[in-house]
């Protein structure tokens, strides 16, 4: 079992930065890999970007490449993700999530446990 808090999200002005965190209780963090996902306003809930168990393998959805950037301190047992050249269109509500294996996942059916989500609003 894992459950999963995300911290961090706000409203900021289009342009500026917000580093989102995920932290991490329950079973061995280091031995499953996490992802972000993000829901807008009256849309399906998307893939943001995912990292494996060990940090060294990471995906991004191309709407978020080059300005969002996934890491995690295992020690700390946490997730984090930069964003940064914030978009309106990137205002929602951001999830992470865990799956009980080491690699990494774009696919959300892949990952079993969510956190309750971390509004981020981007103002234009």
């Known amino acids: 079992q894992v459950q999963l808090v995300e911290s961090g999200g706000g409203l900021v002005q289009a342009g500026g930065s917000l580093r989102l965190s995920c932290a991490a209780s329950?079973?061995?963090?280091?031995?499953?890999?996490m992802g972000w996902f993000r829901q807008a306003p009256g849309k399906e809930r998307e893939f943001v970007a995912a990292?494996?168990?060990?940090?060294?393998?990471?995906l991004y959805a191309d709407s978020v490449k080059g300005r969002f950037t996934i890491s995690r301190d295992n020690a700390k047992h946490t997730m984090y993700l930069q964003m940064n050249s914030l978009k309106p269109e990137d205002t929602a509500v951001y999830y992470c999530?865990?799956?009980?294996?080491?690699?990494?996942?774009?696919?959300?059916?892949?990952?079993?446990?969510w956190g309750q989500g971390t509004q981020v609003s981007v103002s234009s």
């Open positions: 999530a865990a799956r009980e294996t080491m690699s990494a996942r774009i696919s959300q059916i892949a990952y079993k446990y």
């Open positions: 990292i494996s168990w060990s940090g060294e393998s990471t």
């Open positions: 329950g079973r061995t963090f280091s031995n499953v890999a």
